[in-house]
C-alpha cells in the first residue's frame, strides 16, 4: 500500500471541476483525502491564464505577485484580475470588488488567494499529483463573452506540451494529467494525446454538468493509485 495518496487538483478552466470532484466525494467518501481545494476551484482561468499561474509558480514569484495589492483591477465594477496574471479572472470575489478600495478588503483578497495557493506555492509531495483540466462546462463561452476571449479557452497541441511541462516541473516527473474537452474546442493535434478526452455535452445555460459526468474519469484515477 502507498503511504502516499495520489492528491487531484484542478487547473482549470472553471468551477465544474469542483462541483464534479464534490459529487465524487459524496457518493464515494473514502476518496475525500484525494481531493486538495485550490486557487483554481472557483475561478475562471483561460489556457493562458493555467500557464501563467504555473509558470510563476515554479520561478517562485506567486506568492509575491498574489499579494502585491497595487497590481489587481476592477473591471465591469465586479471583476477581478491581476496585471501579471492574465486569463484570471477572480470570478466569485464580487463582494470583494465591488469595495476594493478598502484596504481591509485588499487584505482580505491576498489573505483568501494565499491560501488557496497553497498547493502551487509549497508543491512537494511525496505522492502523486493528478492534474484535472477542462474547458466542458456548458455555459462557459457565454460566462467569459466580454471578458477572455473563447480561443484562450482552446486546447492546441502547443499549450497541451507546455501546461503538461509546467506541471512536471513544478510537482515532480511522476505528474500525470487529464484534459476533458469537446471536439469544437480542441484542436485535432492535442486531441491525439491519451490523456485528452473528448466529451459530449453541449453547451447551455447550466454550470455544473450530469452529476456523473466526470465519475469515469476520476474512478480510474484512482484505479491507478493505492489508496
Known amino acids: 500500500m502507498d503511504t502516499y495518496p495520489t492528491r487531484i487538483l484542478t487547473i482549470g478552466c472553471s468551477c465544474i471541476n469542483r462541483f464534479q470532484f464534490d459529487v465524487f466525494q459524496a457518493l464515494h467518501p473514502d476518496t475525500v483525502h484525494h481531493f486538495v481545494k485550490s486557487l483554481f476551484d472557483w475561478n475562471i482561468v483561460s489556457l493562458i491564464g493555467t500557464e501563467t499561474l504555473l509558470q510563476h509558480a515554479v520561478d517562485g514569484h506567486l506568492q509575491a505577485l498574489l499579494e502585491d495589492t497595487s497590481e489587481y483591477v476592477v473591471d465591469y465594477g465586479v471583476l477581478l484580475f491581476h496585471r501579471h ?3 484570471i479572472c477572480f470570478f466569485h470575489e464580487q463582494d470583494i470588488a465591488k469595495a ?9 483578497l491576498v489573505s483568501k488567494l494565499a491560501h488557496q495557493a497553497a498547493p502551487f506555492l509549497a508543491p512537494d509531495y511525496e505522492g502523486r499529483t493528478h492534474l484535472v483540466w477542462s474547458n466542458v462546462q456548458p455555459n462557459l463561452p457565454g460566462t467569459v463573452r466580454n471578458v477572455t476571449p473563447w480561443d484562450d479557452f482552446q486546447l492546441t497541441a502547443p499549450r497541451y506540451a507546455k501546461i503538461t511541462s ?3 516541473q513544478l510537482f515532480g516527473p511522476d505528474t500525470t494529467f487529464t484534459f476533458l474537452t469537446l471536439v469544437a474546442d480542441a484542436t485535432p493535434e492535442a486531441l491525439q494525446n491519451p490523456d485528452v478526452h473528448m466529451l459530449t ?3 447551455s445555460a447550466d454550470y455544473q454538468g450530469p452529476p456523473d459526468l466526470y465519475a469515469p474519469f476520476l474512478s480510474q484515477i484512482l484505479d491507478q493509485t493505492h489508496n
Open 201 to 203: 455535452l453541449p453547451r
Open 166 to 168: 509546467l506541471g512536471r
Open 85 to 87: 496574471l492574465p486569463g
Open 100 to 108: 476594493f478600495d478598502d484596504p481591509a478588503q485588499k487584505d482580505s
